[in-house]
């Protein structure tokens, strides 16, 4: 079975408005594909369209990220519900 491909994250792609998969499974240290479980269960910020990919605001990631560090929140499954 050939390696898993990987792609560096670059320093502007973490801080720009729209951020790809790769990025945002970086960021939030989840697969691509419970990524999109949580979208369909609703515990995921949506993503949007441009051309054939998927992209999401960082802010909404951002705000993803707070929630589930949030200390009040321990214990909650990152987001989802129960």
Do not use: C
Request: aromatic letters at 6%; a positive charge.
């Amino acid at each position: 079975m050939p390696p898993k491909k990987t792609r560096e994250i670059t320093v502007a792609e973490l801080h720009a408005d729209l951020q790809p998969i790769e990025v945002v499974a970086v960021r939030t240290s989840l697969g691509q594909s419970s990524i999109y479980r949580r979208m369909k269960e609703g515990t995921f910020p949506h993503s949007y369209k441009i051309e054939a990919r998927a992209v999401w605001l960082r802010e909404d990631i951002d705000r993803f990220i707070a929630e589930v560090t949030n200390p009040q929140n321990v214990g909650e499954n990152m987001g989802r519900a129960a």
